[in-house]
């Protein structure tokens, strides 16, 4: 009989697990609209040390954040780190500054999403949809406004279940007439992806998180917040804590770039390297101008071989949703099996979303994906066509 020792036990067990939570996940490439592709050097990151979430370091690293979010976005708006996904900022955004009632503009799943979040949190609130495929316009939200029941506005930037980036310049010139609403953009999957000039727009709250054109792992949310947003939250009873983003914001400007409590520090450290990156080495307007290169391609593939989905005068820039069933035919591809064909070559693209799945398939070309990369997964969805 042999025996093991303890010790060697664990490590064979350690092992064994590792290799179970490692094997499966390192090697795929994600063409699906979030979690995106995060290189290499950037996970490393993550694996750097604890320091202590009220040090000087910690100012430094959040202060140098803030500062390059805020060239990314265009503003000079308080950026606000919250350690949750996205939805957290835009759950606060709604609490946090409505004192009236919320305008909740919908063209698909997120916007649907803005307006369960107020209702659920009892916040008045009206839904303006769309037809799924077609924009928010300028027209519809300056009927909405003019009522003058409204004292805020929320606009999805990039809706990634239809593949629509909306006309926000548009709807900025109409947000003139209307200086009292507060106006919350969500840009969770555009944001660092799209050029936003968010200052010359206007926008009050602009709303993004990591996983998505950042090219990070999920976990922080980032909002730019004016001041004029701030000013209303003094108006709201009950703003909750965690997501309340007056208490973010004091917080900050009393202790020096700090959280109200402990962030993801290991995210920190990703999302300092990740925006130093982007604004000194591969530079903003090279990282936008990639992204419309990508776009441009992947929605000249998609014409050949399928269609896009979506009005075409609106097409989103750091996803393309393109209709299941190729050029010529009636029937849909199946997407969990063009899926499986996909998985030997280590690829993977996103179903439709809600009431898209299966109807539509999305191909992400955001984060740090490059032209070759879109070529080789728009050529293996053709070996999967021809494989039929
Ligand atoms: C992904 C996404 C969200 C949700 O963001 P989380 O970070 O997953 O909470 C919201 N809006 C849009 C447009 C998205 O694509």
Redesign the pocket.
């Known amino acids: 009989m042999i025996l093991c020792s303890p010790k060697l036990a664990t490590r064979a067990r350690m092992a064994e697990l590792n290799n179970l939570i490692l094997t499966p996940v390192m090697a795929i490439k994600l063409f699906i ?2 979690p995106t592709v995060v290189s290499e050097d950037i996970l490393k990151e993550m694996s750097l040390p604890m320091i202590a979430h009220r040090s000087k370091k910690a100012s430094e690293i959040q202060k140098r954040i803030s500062d390059n979010m805020q060239k990314i976005l265009f503003t000079e708006n308080r950026i606000l780190l919250s350690t949750s ?4 900022l ?1 759950e606060g955004a709604i609490r946090s500054c409505t004192a009236k009632r919320a305008a909740v503009f919908s063209i698909g799943a ?1 916007g649907d ?1 803005w307006y369960k979040m107020a209702k659920t949190n009892g916040i008045p609130a009206d839904k303006f949809d769309s037809v799924m495929g077609e924009p928010t316009t300028a027209e519809m939200v300056d009927a909405a406004l003019s009522t003058g029941k409204y004292d805020l506005l929320t606009v ?1 930037h ?3 279940s239809s593949g629509i980036q909306n006309p926000v310049e548009e709807i900025a010139e109409v947000m003139k007439k209307y200086p009292d609403v507060v106006w919350c953009v ?1 840009a ?2 555009s944001a660092a992806g799209s050029k936003i000039e968010t200052d010359k727009l206007g926008i009050d709250v602009l709303i993004t ?1 990591t ?2 054109a950042l090219a990070l792992p ?1 976990g922080l ?1 980032i909002c730019a917040m004016s001041k004029k947003a701030y000013d209303r939250t003094a108006e709201v009873e009950n703003r909750g804590l965690y997501f309340d983003l007056r208490t973010i914001w004091d917080f900050i400007d009393k202790k020096n770039y700090q959280y109200t409590s402990t962030p993801c520090l290991s995210l920190m450290y990703a999302l300092d390297k990740q925006l130093q990156h982007i604004v000194e080495v591969e530079g903003i307007e090279n990282r936008f101008a990639r992204h419309e290169e990508l776009a441009a391609y992947t929605r000249a593939w998609a014409d050949e071989h399928f269609a896009v989905y979506p009005n075409r005068k609106y097409l989103s820039k750091t996803l393309t949703v393109i209709d299941s069933r190729p050029k010529g035919s009636d029937e849909m591809i199946s997407i969990p099996e063009l899926n499986a064909f996909l998985a030997p070559r280590n690829l993977q693209l996103g179903n439709g979303y809600g009431g898209l799945k299966d109807k539509t398939f999305r191909i992400a070309h955001m984060g740090e994906l490059q032209m070759e990369d879109m070529k080789e997964i728009t050529a293996a969805v053709e070996d999967f066509l021809k494989s039929k």
């Open positions: 609209p979030g996904s996205g939805s957290g835009m997120f999403k999805t990039n809706e990634t969500d969770v999957s998180s996983q998505k999920p949310a």
